[in-house]
């Protein structure tokens, strides 16, 4: 076979070019971007997840081909190894399948990516210098086969090393992003629902006060207790500011200046002040059906169970409101005794709002 000593000089310049340890430490460096740029083409549109499997192909070929310079079918398969490598990731971070689409297809896709990996690594052979690789590749070792720059056995352990470094330094920044931004969004959102609260909120100035209803006033003032807003119909709508201070600011001003004996109940309930008691007291005086039902409750647990029955059967039987006589039928239910650990923890209950129709001003 006659060679013309020109085209077996330059193709063996060629293999003598060859840098399989370059390409696989550059495949496994461009793990790192095309995983970031498949993560945010993924938050972009879920259908390029997909589209990527073609893309990150090409990537990974065209890397291996202008960092490798091979001509042999070993950077081919490198060049795929690490097209595996990165899709198994990709599927890992869950940026490949953003919505319905076949099996076969994304077989297919995979496929072809895989393909276009292995294309593009090689660089080829023009047709007038098949004869002089042919001569120089496979009739003997190359000389460039041999260098350790070009041995699989150490480029290998570089190739999976490399990728595994990449592919741990790609997920600990998206880890990072995400973080970030679930963060900011937890930010803005309280933030939104801070501005929405505060333009809920009430002016707690007595001169404010005297232009609203007692029970208007009795919800906002489970709503500071609560930090939920309680609307017209008494049903817990958004979040509101916390305010334990505007909370007994409203009450107090209902019990001092309006006289009202619920708003006397849950002071004397929820107070450790000295004048709980008599608050409490006052608010049983003047009818409050709540406090005769604790007042029954706290003489049942404290002094005489009978007796404390009694009073609740008593009350029951006079009273005309279905939510006493409800209340006062589960007390029952359940026995005085296991609602006496309540008395040590009192809470203001939204039935105290919802039930509130005998007090109209």
Known sequence: MEIEQRLLDKVDSKLNKQNLIYASLAAAFWIFPTLIIWRFAYSYNPNFGPVMLLASGCIIGLVVRFSGKGLTRLFSAFSVFAYIWLVFIALGLNIVVGSIISGAILFGLFAVGAWLAIYLARIDVPFIEHKAYTFLTSINIHSSDKKLKNRWIISLPILIVASAVSSAIAIFVLTLFDDYHYQEKQYLAQEQQRVVSQNKEIDVTPSSLDQRKSNEILRYAYSYHHGRLLDKNNSITDAFPHSEYKAKTLLKYLANERDNARA????????????????????????????????????????????????????KQITTEKYVQSEIESILYVGIKEVCSELDKPKFLLEYVRNYADYSN
């Open 264 to 315: 006397k109940f849950i002071l004397g309930i929820l107070n450790d002040e000295k004048n709980a008691r008599l608050l409490f007291q006052q608010a049983l005086e003047q009818g409050d059906k709540y406090a005769q039902i604790v007042a029954a409750v706290e003489y049942g647990c404290y002094s005489d169970l009978d007796r404390g029955k009694e009073m609740l059967t008593r009350l």
